[in-house]
């Protein structure tokens, strides 16, 4: 049965890690969540460590410098890793070719770069491409899935295998929601196509995840101390579960509609049927991190 909670402290003393998400727990995209900050702050203060985890299409350098842009503190945490990052693995071994197609804005170019320079893969056009890497759309403030049935339609019927960046369907840009390459990869596995995952739930990110947690951590941290945070049912959630890690769900995020109550903290009634529409049962659930 999940617990709902009133703040991080209450649990927080049961673990030696936590796996963060980044948009709708420590930021909107526009500004960083204070009450996150102060927890997390906190929480690394009494000796925890705090990797946020993220699918983020951006290798994790990248999104260090977003959330300096967007002024969280660099003592939030301690270390990143990126469903980017995974992706960009998967991509320099050439798992869709040489020649792809970049489906995506022109500000997640940095995926074609790597810590040494430059990645060994050619951006194509479609109709030249091996290959399709789907980091977002070109435009998410104004378009949506339905404006690619063309370009999914072409890539399926010649048999190209697409490799989400970003397994996110949609995010919160401050009041906004916008589709992220989640989206894509969705209507183009619908279509006929082969997708390919590597951020959360898959395993891909969570074994960068492990690894990146060792680097900084003079002990090993087993799995039963790890927490992961977040408020994609689907990904953050189910990806801990999957890893027989804890987790904590925040309601206030993509699911606030769904759940909240007038108070803005989880309704129980609507707490559990959505946790039993989507067959999952989280460790904790609160309504924003604090």
């Given at each position: 049965m999940?617990?709902?909670?009133d703040n991080l402290a209450q649990v927080?003393?049961?673990y030696d890690a936590l796996f963060v998400d980044l948009w709708g727990c420590l930021h909107n995209g526009v500004e960083p969540f204070k009450d996150a900050v102060v927890a997390l702050q906190t929480y690394r203060a009494s000796g925890g460590k705090v990797l946020l985890l993220t699918n983020s299409p951006r290798p994790r350098a990248s999104v260090k410098r977003q959330l300096e842009r967007i002024g969280v503190p660099t003592d939030t945490y301690d270390e990143i890793a990126t469903s980017g990052d995974s992706a960009q693995i998967a991509m320099a071994a050439g798992m869709v070719g040489r020649k792809v197609y970049h489906l995506g804005p022109e500000h997640d170019l940095s995926f074609f770069e790597d810590e040494n320079?430059?990645?060994n893969v050619e951006r194509v056009p479609l109709d030249q491409a091996e290959g399709i890497v789907c980091t977002g759309l070109f435009d998410d403030l104004t378009e949506t899935p339905d404006d690619y049935r063309l370009t999914i339609l072409d890539g399926k019927t010649r048999g190209l295998k697409l490799l989400c960046a970003n397994p996110d369907i949609s995010v919160d840009v401050g009041d906004k929601r916008i589709f992220c390459a989640g989206a894509i990869a969705q209507a183009y596995t619908e279509a006929g196509g082969t997708s390919l995952y590597f951020g959360?739930?898959?395993?891909?990110?969570?074994q960068l995840a492990y690894a990146r947690l060792a680097g900084i951590s003079a002990r090993r941290i087993d799995n039963d101390r790890i927490l992961c945070i977040g408020d994609g049912i689907n990904t953050d959630i189910r990806?801990?579960?999957?890893?027989?890690?804890?987790?904590?769900?925040?309601?206030?995020?993509?699911?606030?509609?769904?759940?909240?109550?007038?108070?803005?903290?989880?309704?129980?009634t609507k707490l559990a049927e959505?946790?039993?529409?989507?067959?999952?049962s989280p460790t904790f659930t609160i309504g924003h991190l604090r």
């Amino acid at each position: 049965m999940t617990r709902i909670i009133d703040n991080l402290a209450q649990v927080a003393h049961s673990y030696d890690a936590l796996f963060v998400d980044l948009w709708g727990c420590l930021h909107n995209g526009v500004e960083p969540f204070k009450d996150a900050v102060v927890a997390l702050q906190t929480y690394r203060a009494s000796g925890g460590k705090v990797l946020l985890l993220t699918n983020s299409p951006r290798p994790r350098a990248s999104v260090k410098r977003q959330l300096e842009r967007i002024g969280v503190p660099t003592d939030t945490y301690d270390e990143i890793a990126t469903s980017g990052d995974s992706a960009q693995i998967a991509m320099a071994a050439g798992m869709v070719g040489r020649k792809v197609y970049h489906l995506g804005p022109e500000h997640d170019l940095s995926f074609f770069e790597d810590e040494n320079g430059p990645i060994n893969v050619e951006r194509v056009p479609l109709d030249q491409a091996e290959g399709i890497v789907c980091t977002g759309l070109f435009d998410d403030l104004t378009e949506t899935p339905d404006d690619y049935r063309l370009t999914i339609l072409d890539g399926k019927t010649r048999g190209l295998k697409l490799l989400c960046a970003n397994p996110d369907i949609s995010v919160d840009v401050g009041d906004k929601r916008i589709f992220c390459a989640g989206a894509i990869a969705q209507a183009y596995t619908e279509a006929g196509g082969t997708s390919l995952y590597f951020g959360k739930p898959h395993s891909p990110i969570y074994q960068l995840a492990y690894a990146r947690l060792a680097g900084i951590s003079a002990r090993r941290i087993d799995n039963d101390r790890i927490l992961c945070i977040g408020d994609g049912i689907n990904t953050d959630i189910r990806g801990g579960v999957a890893e027989d890690l804890d987790t904590l769900f925040i309601t206030g995020g993509l699911a606030a509609n769904e759940i909240h109550g007038i108070d803005g903290k989880p309704d129980e009634t609507k707490l559990a049927e959505f946790i039993k529409s989507n067959k999952l049962s989280p460790t904790f659930t609160i309504g924003h991190l604090r």
